[in-house]
């Protein structure tokens, strides 16, 4: 079992709908990142929110906007979203930024239509 | 550039037997890395972790080797169980980033 908790597990979406993805930790950790996963590749990098603050934003399209509302949930909204953007989408948790192993959630499995 | 790749994308082993995954790294600066395990419908798992000041780690069943010469990084699974078959994605990190880059991933099949 996961200590890193996301909502839903499986999503699906028409283009023009707004949906969020949801993202819990209770292990007391000050950094969280969302991950963008395709099939058979490996994750990549979206979002780092270090102590509440976004500190990295891999230029990601404006249709995803995360959201750390506070230590213990990040948040992803999706707006206006592209069939490319059909993944896996992960969020992981640290204890602080680097150095430390990132534990990461089950993903929700988005679908766009 | 920054790069952290594996040799082969797919092994097979039998059961009982020990499993060596492999993982080249092309960043000097990279001083912190990782194993993940993912299982089919899951996120990937952390295995075992190693600093670059160790050349060697050991945990339950899993030893991971360092090699900085050659930039190389490996994980040795001893007594491969049926439950390890997952997809094994080596994991970098240089000093003073908040990036984790992952490599491409190596699909573990195990046998009975």
């Known amino acids: 079992d996961t200590e890193v908790t996301q909502t839903p597990k499986h999503l699906v979406m028409g283009m023009t709908n707004k949906k969020s993805l949801k993202c819990e930790q209770h292990?007391?950790?000050?950094?969280m990142y969302w991950y963008k996963q395709k099939a058979k590749k490996p994750p990549e990098l979206m979002f780092v929110?270090?102590?509440?603050?976004?500190?990295i934003n891999e230029s990601v399209p404006s249709r995803f906007s995360p959201e750390c509302p506070n230590s213990s949930l990040l948040n992803l909204h999706l707006h206006a979203l592209q069939p490319e953007d059909s993944a896996l989408y992960l969020c992981?948790?640290?204890?602080?930024?680097?150095?430390?192993?990132?534990?990461f959630g089950d993903g929700t499995r988005l679908s766009i239509l | 550039g920054e790069s952290v790749g594996l040799h082969l994308p797919t092994l097979s082993v039998q059961e009982g037997d020990n499993s060596i995954i492999n993982c080249a790294y092309s960043?000097?600066?990279?001083?912190?890395f990782i194993w993940y395990k993912q299982e089919s419908g899951k996120g990937p798992q952390f295995i075992i972790d190693?600093?670059?000041?160790?050349d060697k780690r050991q945990g339950q069943r899993v030893t991971v080797l360092l090699n900085k010469t050659v930039k190389h990084l490996s994980l040795q699974i001893a007594a491969t169980q049926p439950g390890d078959s997952a997809v094994y994605f080596c994991?970098?990190?240089?000093?003073?980033?908040?990036?984790?880059?992952f490599g491409k991933g190596t699909k573990l099949t195990v046998n009975p």
């Open positions: 190693i600093r670059s000041n160790m």
């Open positions: 292990m007391g950790h000050r950094a």
């Open positions: 929110y270090s102590y509440e603050k976004l500190s």
């Open positions: 994991a970098e990190n240089s000093g003073g980033s908040e990036k984790l880059v």
């Open positions: 960043n000097s600066a990279s001083d912190y």
């Open positions: 992981a948790s640290s204890p602080r930024r680097v150095r430390q192993p990132q534990h």
